[in-house]
């Protein structure tokens, strides 16, 4: 059964609509501030990779837009490993390309896998490129779509959401802890993990479990996690695609922090369509018709 929160009229509101409806929501652009960065603690993750904070260009990923014989290469090479899965993506020929955090780890996982793919050197945006690209006024049609970036693994709670996927990512974060830069008792931390993969597993709700893909997948802390509710902040996400402590509680954008304190879960890091931040979504396979993929070239990426 769905939860649902109680409001002032004593009527019960589906929490899942509501979140749905947050994700639908169009309103105009912020007004564009600069923020400079504080002598906070950055949450960069220490293990290397090749994408830069603000690339060169991006684009939607799209049936027969720029790189159409890559996408649709992609597309068939993505459905012959997870036909029937919540990774398994539509095929077409004309249009942008529907994404939503399942179908991307597919995306990510299939081109890490085969060297072909892999030479053209695309991968999805990370969140601090989606940041960095809309402060420079170069994130494409950020008012007509949403995006899912990762996974934020709060807890593995009984009570928590996503108790299965949050294991399976636990295990994989736990086996390549030491190419991640990661102590064990850093695993037990709130943690940002931005561009995982997926293996099949039908034991899972979606047919798929969440992996680390070394030299691609971003894990790191970040001061924010401990933060509760809904949080207006000023300018940017450039401090690991969300915000630093001084940007808080001021500012005319909005970060989505998690009600509770405690059994979270795993939840999904997204931008809205309102550019707010998201880091309590619950749904890992949002069927929403809005969202989108957006591809950067992001230097030379090898399979390790």
Known sequence: MPKAL?????????????????????????VEKIVTQPKSKN????????????????FLMSYDGQHK???????????????????????????????????????????ANDSSLRSA???????????????AGKLTNPKDNWEDFGMVLYDRSLSGENLQEAQALYESLKNHKQNLGLSESDLEKRLIVVNPGVE???SMPHGVKPIIIPGITQVYQHEVLEKTGKINFNGYGLNGGLPWINQLDKGDRTLYMPDENSDIGLRVLYRNRDLDLY???DDLADSDSDGRVTFAPQGQVSKK
């Open 43 to 58: 949450p960069v993750a220490t293990q290397s990779t090749n994408f830069p904070n603000l690339p060169s260009e991006s």
């Open 121 to 135: 050197n695309l991968f999805p945006i990370t969140a601090t490129q989606s940041e960095y690209l809309f402060q």
């Open 200 to 202: 099949v597993d039908s």
């Open 69 to 111: 014989d890559f996408f649709q290469e992609l597309i068939k090479k993505n459905n012959q490993i997870y036909a029937g899965t919540g990774a398994e993506i539509s095929t077409g020929t004309s249009g942008e390309v529907q994404g939503h955090l399942i179908k991307r780890m597919g995306l990510i996982s299939t081109i």
């Open 279 to 281: 880091a309590r979504y």
């Open 6 to 30: 109680r409001v002032k009229n004593n009527k019960m509101v589906n929490k899942r609509f509501l979140e749905i409806a947050e994700r639908q929501k169009n309103s105009s652009l912020p």
